[in-house]
């Protein structure tokens, strides 16, 4: 009796929180831009939360990330020898204004 009072607590617990714990980036971001960036955590380039942090209350933000995007570079991070090439793989206009909208809106 209480393994199944102590499953149907966590199986509540995650069909209410589950969803919340876990980001997931559009398609374009997993094919253009995740093999140097992930949701949480930096590979070789920064984290979206962490992009997202740094633009956070900017209300050219979305602007200033489709710029940055689109002419590459470091952006202020210290990534060593690593510097974003412009578009990154390719990237077109309207993929890079779907990543920027989803990394502005993680910080809200």
């Known amino acids: 009796m209480k393994f199944l009072i102590a499953s149907m ?3 509540a617990y995650l069909v209410i929180a589950g969803p919340a714990l876990a980001v997931d980036m559009p398609a374009v971001g997993k ?11 930096k590979l070789v380039g920064p984290s979206y939360i962490d992009v997202s942090a740094k633009y956070k209350g900017d209300k050219d933000a979305a602007g200033k990330i489709i710029a940055n995007v689109t002419k590459g570079g470091m952006f202020g991070w210290k990534l060593g020898n690593q510097s974003m090439p412009p578009r990154g ?6 993929d890079i204004k779907t990543m920027a909208e989803f990394i502005i ?4």
């Open 89 to 94: 793989l390719a990237a077109s206009d309207a």
């Open 31 to 41: 094919a253009k831009c995740g093999a140097c960036h992930a949701v949480d955590k």
């Open 105 to 108: 809106g993680l910080s809200k």
């Open 9 to 11: 607590v966590a199986t």
